[in-house]
């Protein structure tokens, strides 16, 4: 039996605060997670968590064995990974992003970073909830906005913008907003978001939008603005195709809202492992660029 033995299970168990996520952190079962911490818990001879039905919480022996633990654990990573093959990308780099756009934009510069590095194993899981990246396991996530999770650093890969648009036969039926407060007066296409933000004398200003018509989907948001329907904001990506061929009319541009951070964001290390560095690389190098141009017909 190793010293190492029972380790990586505990400090995964620690970390999600359940066996059944840190099982699948790991790539272990439940039941082998359970058994090398029972063994564990023998070894050291304290018990390292209180279980009940519901919950996994450490001990006051656990949460200073963790501690040490977790440092060791980082730094026998980070040492092997720094060295092997002069730091070259390698092993399983797991990646959460949104859907859209995941499926748009981040997959495809990942995807080009996986042929590049041949013993790099990628898992992208592309969701609108936000996960728990230390919890669930994952190694990086693109975000946007602010930050609030204390446990990640975040690395700034690029901005978007936000548009606000409408047909041509809608603003000569309806005429055009100049200012926030005209749009309480037209027909506002809704999407996911409940209010729409502009910056108008140096401050952020909401306007909740209404109207007859709302979908969760940036692509039925813009049709139905090309259709005439009302007035919407979105993303950039949707609306620069249209915007092109003349069949949208960019509003308020001169308030219109500053530019959204978007970060790739991973757990606190001393030294970030060879494979995440490579991602952040990629993106920064990729991410901005590909936002901010049309590539439809």
Known sequence: MSDWDGIDEFVAVATTNSFTKAARAIGMSPTHV?????????????????????????TDAGRVFFEHCQRLVLERDEAIALIGEQGEPQ????????????ERFVAPIIRRLTMQHPKLNVSIELSNNLVDLVGDGFDLAIRTGELKDGRLLGTLVAERRFYTCAAPDYLARQGEPKTVQDLSDHQCIKGTSTSWHYLVGG???????????RCNSGQAVIEACVAGLGICQLLEFYVLPYLRHGMVKLLLEDIRPKDEPIWAVYPRRRHLLPKIHAALEALKLELGPTLHTDHRD
């Open 34 to 58: 359970s058994r090398s911490i029972g063994e564990l818990e023998r070894r050291v001879q304290a018990p390292l968590f209180n279980r009940t039905t519901r919950t996994v919480s450490l």
């Open 91 to 102: 092993g399983e780099l797991r990646i959460s992003c949104s859907t859209t756009m995941g």
């Open 203 to 213: 401050k952020d200003i909401h306007h909740r939008p209404s109207g007859r018509y």
